[in-house]
């Protein structure tokens, strides 16, 4: 078990816009909006981090992920800090966010 690609969907249900291609109209419109529970949140990444793998790529997807906030994002990375401090040797972990770019400004894109 050497590397794991792991699509997170914080917002799944919520976009800020209403492509008509969009793949994920249709549960966009049947479901309520829906963002992830910190406590969820918190047990994912911990049991992706302790799961052996020696890389582990978080992609964060929607919806439209960035309507979550950038602190539930400083979130998460402080929950994965935690699970990597109780790790005998150090693990890879890269965070990539698919947008639509609409919700970035400065302050998000550093």
Wanted: glycine share 4%; net charge positive; with cysteine.
């Amino acid at each position: 078990m050497s590397s794991i690609n792991v699509i997170m969907r914080p917002a799944s249900t919520v976009c800020n816009l209403s492509c008509y291609y969009c793949y994920n109209k249709l549960e966009l419109l049947a479901q309520p909006n829906r963002f992830m529970k910190i406590d969820i949140l918190e047990h994912v990444i911990r049991n992706f981090i302790h799961s052996g793998r020696k890389t582990i790529k978080f992609l964060w997807h929607g919806g439209e992920p960035m309507i979550v906030g950038l602190d539930f994002y400083r979130q998460a990375v402080e929950f994965q800090k935690t699970a990597m401090a109780q790790l005998s040797s150090p693990i890879i972990i890269t965070n990539t966010i698919q947008t639509n770019g609409l919700l970035l400004d400065e302050e998000k894109v550093k």
